[in-house]
């Protein structure tokens, strides 16, 4: 999905895909990739997390960084 601003996008990547999407921010002279979550700060430092979704954006990030020539 591409969408002009953040919010619009995430709310229905979120309802579909969440924990599995990457943001991929367009336009910028390096690759910028997140997780489709927030920060969690409520479960900060507890040991809840799941990374999952931090592992996807590092993934995209690399594969992104491959295809650059």
């Not at 910028?28 to 040991?47: C, E, N, Q, V, W």
């Amino acid at each position: 999905m591409i969408a002009p601003y953040h919010d619009q996008g995430l709310i229905p990547v979120k309802l579909i895909a969440h924990g599995e999407a990457t943001n991929v921010t367009l336009g910028l002279p390096y690759i910028r990739t997140s997780p489709d979550h927030g920060t969690a700060f409520s479960i900060a430092g507890k040991g809840e997390a799941d990374s999952s979704g931090m592992s996807a954006a590092l993934k995209c990030a690399l594969d992104l960084v491959s295809r650059r020539g």
